[in-house]
């Protein structure tokens, strides 16, 4: 064990050795993975001046029958996941620049600003779909116009509830909780851990917790620049301290 902890910490010590010039970075690690060796990444980036931090998240096992996932979940949740069943339709969207149009319009009608440039997500979900590991779907009204969208992410173990987004401007508490719900079963069918992807707060957390899953704590790494830490300060300033879009906003 000690001769895989050292060789693991000299080959990632090496990996962050050739990371490129960047102005800020930020890494979310798993510390169970490799048997609960890649906690070790966490030494080796704050070896190298970098940031270490901690965040928790949910994590449900999916392997499980849908009725024991459903049956795990607080009844209220359940109750929303019905009511929006009967109201609402789960597609995929395939057009990467419909998921962006609706994010953007959202952040618009809440006076917010997004912190993600979207100038590459396009390309990004192109690969995505072409690895099929990642795609988008939506909650849309009968009318076919979209009430909430989300864009899911897996590999070969854990699919993650990456980015979600919602329009406030309709009357609905159900409709995130359907789109949970129906990336649980996706989940299912290719036999995944689900990962809701972060809690931010306690509000998060309260909502999350409802959908049955175990929480886990994950490492944080960052590292920004001195300028670039600064205009990040200034921009904090300027919207009041306004926080941006989370993912369950």
Not at 50 to 64: E, K
Not at 129 to 150: F, K, L, W, Y
């Amino acid at each position: 064990m000690q001769t895989r902890m050292t060789n693991r910490l000299s080959t990632v010590g090496a990996l962050i050795s050739q990371l490129p010039p960047f102005d800020f970075f930020k890494q979310v690690i798993d510390p169970t993975l490799d048997d609960g060796l890649a906690l070790i990444d966490g030494l080796a980036f704050q070896r190298h001046g970098f940031q270490v931090g901690h965040q928790y998240s949910f994590r449900i096992d999916c392997r499980a029958e849908l009725d024991t996932l459903l049956a795990r979940m607080h009844f209220k949740v359940r109750q929303h996941i019905r009511r929006a069943e009967e109201q609402r339709t789960v597609v995929t969207i395939d057009d990467p620049q419909r998921f962006v149009i609706f994010y953007m319009e959202n952040l618009r009608k809440t006076n917010r600003k997004s912190y993600m440039q979207f100038d590459r997500f396009p390309i990004l979900f192109s690969e995505c779909r072409a690895r099929n590991c990642g795609e988008i779907s939506a909650a849309m009204q009968p009318d076919g116009i979209p009430v909430a969208m989300t864009f899911l992410v897996w590999d070969d173990q854990t699919m993650y509830y990456l980015m979600c987004t919602r329009d406030t401007a309709v009357r609905d508490n159900g409709s995130v909780n359907l789109l949970v719900w129906s990336a649980i079963k996706r989940a299912h069918e290719l036999g995944l851990i689900f990962d809701l992807d972060g809690v931010s707060n306690g509000g998060t957390a309260r909502f999350l917790s409802g959908f049955g899953g175990a929480i886990k704590t994950r490492l944080i790494i960052s590292k920004g620049q001195p300028v670039y830490n600064v205009v990040q300060s200034v921009k904090t300033i300027l919207r009041g301290g306004r926080s941006v879009q989370s993912t369950f906003d």
